[in-house]
């Protein structure tokens, strides 16, 4: 990733926020809903800010824009919501005491451009279902069919942030 793309959190600290306001909120989420919100999360947040809301880029799988890491630390729930309080690790090295750790991140409390952007995401997708979710991020013209258009049908290909920022930027 390039200094221009800088990102604002881990993966996983916003896979993990997103639980966390989905059980406050009382709504189950499976893990291709999470993909869908964190996809549309990153969007918004990108065309407002010109930060990349996660430290991953985004792949045009199948279905829908995927972040990898969280497909595999989620995988195990299938079409299934999401175990209470399961949460996404994130694996550290501590060099001075040499010990390993798995956090737990989350995104920050105090970024009130990430709180608006999630509170607008779960107001406008969150009871929406993860199929209708998923056709959204494939619609005609979006940066998941744009990457699939140009011959990219590989599972990893890569969804530039810039294709996400243009296209977002006329939602916001």
Do not use: C
């Amino acid at each position: 990733m390039t200094a221009k793309w800088q990102a604002k959190y881990s993966v996983e600290a916003v896979a993990n926020t997103v639980l966390d306001q989905a059980e406050q909120r009382g709504q189950p989420i499976g893990p291709m809903k999470l993909q869908k919100l964190m996809y549309l999360m990153h969007g918004y947040y990108l065309a407002m800010t010109g930060v990349p809301l996660i430290d991953e880029f985004f792949e045009a799988w199948q279905y829908g824009p995927v972040a990898p890491t969280i497909y595999h630390a989620f995988k195990q729930f299938g079409r299934e919501p999401i175990k209470k309080g399961f949460r996404a690790t994130k694996f550290s090295f501590a060099p001075a005491i040499g010990a390993t750790r798995f956090d737990e991140p989350r995104a920050s409390d105090d970024d009130p451009i990430f709180s608006r952007v999630m509170d607008f995401v779960f107001e406008k997708y969150g009871e929406k279902t993860a199929i209708y979710l998923s056709d959204l991020t494939h619609k005609v013209g979006s940066p998941w069919h744009q990457v699939r258009l140009n011959g990219s049908n590989m599972r990893n290909a890569d969804i530039s942030n810039e294709l996400i920022q243009d296209y977002f930027k006329q939602f916001v």
